[in-house]
């Protein structure tokens, strides 16, 4: 079938080279690997299912899934995507998984969490025994830490592993119903083993959250060992292949070695010891899959845009003088819908990667007996993670609204998205705790550098506290100057006001330091959802001026940043004027530019989306195809519906008739 003509003018008009960003986006390397995984999925038959998935029955789509798990084990090996201690394997696995599924399976957190608690928790001779293991899948495993009654407060896990130094073995017990673990992804009914959170208490002592190793079913029959209760928790708004569990433990043993030990050891008499290291340590496994989830929400709003954008150069509607209808792209409103979606996508992949370099660098400072910027590393990923699920999934929806009707038929693939991508606004802590966490840290850190104290790099701005410099010229160098001062200056006056207010609860409400930071929770979220949002912009910005581009696509990414940091002071411009970031005058000025913006990003918005390289397989949308074939495309789904499998459903015979016959004869 020919290409779309319409799409196909988009991409010829354009004056910028999408691949060339794609290599900017992946580098050259990692988009060829990342695309040699997608076509690997696409052409195994073995896979063809999936694209069905959502329009399949609990169990049928759950089988489905665990037949094609097993076929991705031998394809794992075949493709050599089996060594997690690399971490271009560990892409490339990733790449290849979210083509095989299209969104979670019952072994996403074996790889995603099971496997890096090992490998950040264990041993080397843990990782040793365990690892290879976990790798060929004789285990299979999660991880095993949220409960009935708390999730992102870690410290109350109720979950005990009381340790019985005349065996050497540890008890581990669910002490009440809020105690049962639920919700980790595959504990239902897939995985055999678990890296289980729990209080370890010694001899009477607690001495708080540890993380175990723990086998939950026969290797053999894979029946339930004694002493443990699992189950699948039922449907869930989204992500039914994944089949999320629960799990109670009666006075259920394991050897003293499985506790994890890189941190914190057990000797065989009860003698606990713990290297000087910050409690944050033990939650290592859970930044790790926070990172990965700024990642995940920059793929998934990359995705909805792609396919949005693409409907919107089809899409024609109104006519003009002329009697031809417009592509819906033309009009200001849809730009001003789809635009700011574009680059935030761009902004969160940025920032994703940034944010993944960080976490390298810290955990490489920690594995050398560095832990100071521990504090640092919880306070982004857990400020990001929580704004990129949020905008994100805000985002989508409007993308999913910017393609009118069709947008709600399945058919477009934006409601399966919307679904995979909104528990990320839960997921590993949920948005609004993780932002009363980062907006405390913040004040912390800035008592700290008001004592004098030096700050970590991503939070040094905090001992700032000059208005911006940069003047506002509308020159996009300098405008992007001027905005990450703005954006700067905002953040730290937020974080002033706050540190007051609460040093004022303190001093005259006589409340305790918990009390003061309850009354000012709004102001903390506040701060915290705009240090996260400067800190999108920084990392888009810095990562668009050190990349190594064509001066044609290099101004076009920069024309991105510069909408994406004015859009968002547009669209927050009571803050930024109150805090006198900027003033009315200069706010008009953004306004006007942002829509002059507009104009410079309309030519190229077709290749800009081209540039994510999703394929129409991971798509999975009617609506996003590459060559803009979507009314045809819409026609045969229509015609697929299992209703149509009957001219004359069976139910008329058996209702519809009756009742009108019975009408009649009444009559």
Known sequence: MPTNTDIAAERANSNINARDLTFTLYGEDGAYRRKLAFERADKDQAFEKSKKFSLMDRDKLYDEAIRMETVVAQRLQEYGYNNSKDIQTFLDRGYFLSAVFLGV?????????????????GTPEQIQEFLPKAECMEYIGTYCQTELSHGSFVRGLETTATYDKSTEEFIL????????KFWPGGLGRSCNYAVLMAQLVITGKNYGIHPFMCQLRDLNTHQPLPGVEVGDINYKFGGN??????????????????????????SPDGTYTRQDVPPQIAYLSMTFLRTILVTASASSLAKAATIATRYSAVRRQTANRDGIERQILDYQTQQMKLFPAICTAYALHFSGAALQSAYNDI???????????????????????????????????VCRRSCGGHGYSHASGIPDIYQQNVINCTVEGESTVLYLQVGRSLVKFLKKADSGEKLPPALAFLSESSPPTAKLTLRTESTLDFCVSVFK????????????????????????????????SLELVKTAQAFAQYLTVLMFVDGVKGSKLNPKEKLCMLHMCEFYAI?????ESGQFLKNEALNAEQLSQLCQHRTFLLTKLRPNAVALVDAFDYPDRLLNSCLGRY?????????????DSTLNQHQVHPSYHKYIKPMQQAIRAKL
């Open 241 to 266: 292949a994944l089949d999320n569990g629960y799990l109670i433990l009666t006075h259920y043993r394991i050897p003293r070695t499985h506790l994890l030990m890189k941190y914190a050891q057990v």
């Open 105 to 121: 399976h019952p072994f996403a957190i074996h790889f995603g969490g099971f496997i890096p608690s090992i490998l950040g928790q």
């Open 627 to 639: 060559d803009g074939n979507v009314y045809e495309a819409l026609y045969e789904y229509a015609k």
């Open 567 to 571: 859009h968002n002071i547009v669209e």
């Open 173 to 180: 017990h669910t002490p009440n119903l809020s105690a049962i």
């Open 489 to 520: 200056y905002n953040i730290v006056q937020l974080s002033r006001a706050v540190t007051h207010q609460i040093a004022q609860s303190l001093s005259t409400n006589s409340v305790n330091l918990e009390a003061a930071l309850a009354l000012h």
């Open 363 to 397: 955990l490489a400072s920690v594995g050398n007996g560095d832990m100071s910027r521990l504090s640092e590393l919880h306070c982004l990923t857990s400020g990001l993670k929580a704004y990129s699920a949020d905008i994100s999934s805000h985002h989508i929806e």
